[in-house]
């Protein structure tokens, strides 16, 4: 038995806020061992990740490397699949849980992985945007017309989604500009080997746009809108071998 939330001690994203971080931490991309739980069909929980950000995945760095965690991850991405219903039961007693031992809590629903969560729980996520304990944000490579942040009324916000950007063969310039210019924010991986080495401003397509630091806090609840959100890939696995350009270089 374990719960089905990472707590902020064992994941280093997590531990890098001011509030308490919990996050929920499946599987990435097509790596459920679906033969072993009885799953007919493949399961992908990266549908739009790119050969750039796959090959630079954290699943397996810290405590990732360990078999004991990976096989934690499939049970809970099983058991979401297998039994959603007994699944949603367990995830709402552990955040019930916290919401009483914490004034006020972040909760990422994806770790490594990029479910739509306004699916998944919908209901969930209206109730927490009314709590005053629960911070709920994501990082997310879906399209922007394919992700709703907000309610029926598209004016509240039920949780704060960051966008992730890719290589240019799969998210081009252009499209990042758009994102940013319609108020939201994109996270960014840059060759840089310190915090203090991150560009303050970077251009695409043309317009110049603020570049804040994402490597000091993993909270995104309350960045500014429209910024890049830049991150530090010193320890991201694959950095050397990038060829996709997933990675920036300072320009």
């Given at each position: 038995?374990?719960?089905?939330?990472?707590?902020?001690?064992?994941?280093?994203?997590?531990?890098?806020?001011?509030?308490?971080?919990?996050?929920?931490?499946?599987?990435?991309?097509?790596?459920?061992?679906?033969?072993?739980?009885?799953?007919?069909?493949?399961?992908?929980?990266?549908?739009?990740?790119?050969?750039?950000?796959?090959?630079?995945?954290?699943a397996?760095?810290?405590?990732?490397?360990?078999?004991?965690?990976q096989?934690?991850?499939?049970?809970?991405?099983?058991?979401?699949?297998?039994?959603?219903?007994?699944?949603?039961?367990?995830?709402?007693?552990?955040?019930?849980?916290?919401?009483?031992?914490?004034?006020?809590?972040?909760?990422?629903?994806?770790?490594?992985?990029?479910?739509?969560?306004?699916?998944?729980?919908?209901?969930?996520?209206?109730?927490?945007?009314?709590?005053?304990?629960?911070?709920?944000?994501?990082?997310?490579?879906?399209?922007?017309?394919?992700?709703?942040?907000?309610?029926?009324?598209?004016?509240?916000?039920l949780?704060?989604?960051?966008?992730?950007?890719?290589?240019?063969?799969?998210?081009?310039?252009?499209?990042?500009?758009?994102?940013?210019?319609?108020?939201?924010n994109?996270?960014?991986?840059?060759?840089?080997?310190?915090?203090?080495?991150?560009?303050?401003?970077y251009?695409?397509?043309?317009?110049?746009?603020?570049?804040?630091?994402?490597?000091?806090?993993d909270?995104?609840?309350?960045?500014?809108?429209?910024v890049?959100?830049g991150?530090?890939?010193?320890?991201?696995?694959?950095?050397?071998?990038?060829?996709?350009?997933?990675?920036?270089?300072i320009?």
């Amino acid at each position: 038995q374990f719960n089905l939330l990472t707590p902020p001690d064992a994941n280093a994203k997590l531990r890098k806020t001011a509030r308490p971080n919990y996050g929920l931490t499946l599987t990435p991309n097509n790596t459920l061992d679906v033969s072993a739980f009885d799953i007919p069909t493949p399961l992908n929980l990266c549908p739009w990740a790119s050969k750039g950000c796959a090959g630079a995945c954290l699943a397996y760095s810290g405590h990732g490397s360990f078999s004991k965690t990976q096989f934690a991850r499939q049970v809970r991405c099983a058991s979401l699949f297998k039994h959603p219903r007994e699944f949603g039961l367990l995830l709402g007693a552990e955040l019930q849980r916290l919401s009483l031992k914490h004034r006020s809590f972040l909760f990422r629903p994806n770790v490594v992985s990029d479910l739509r969560i306004e699916l998944v729980m919908p209901t969930a996520l209206r109730v927490f945007a009314r709590s005053r304990s629960i911070r709920v944000y994501d990082y997310t490579a879906w399209p922007m017309d394919k992700r709703d942040p907000y309610d029926a009324s598209g004016y509240n916000r039920l949780f704060h989604l960051t966008y992730s950007a890719k290589e240019s063969a799969h998210s081009s310039d252009v499209y990042l500009a758009n994102v940013l210019m319609a108020g939201n924010n994109v996270a960014m991986p840059f060759a840089v080997d310190r915090e203090a080495d991150l560009p303050k401003r970077y251009t695409l397509n043309g317009d110049s746009f603020r570049v804040i630091n994402g490597t000091a806090s993993d909270d995104r609840t309350d960045d500014p809108e429209g910024v890049i959100v830049g991150l530090v890939a010193k320890k991201t696995p694959g950095r050397k071998t990038d060829t996709t350009g997933f990675i920036r270089p300072i320009q």
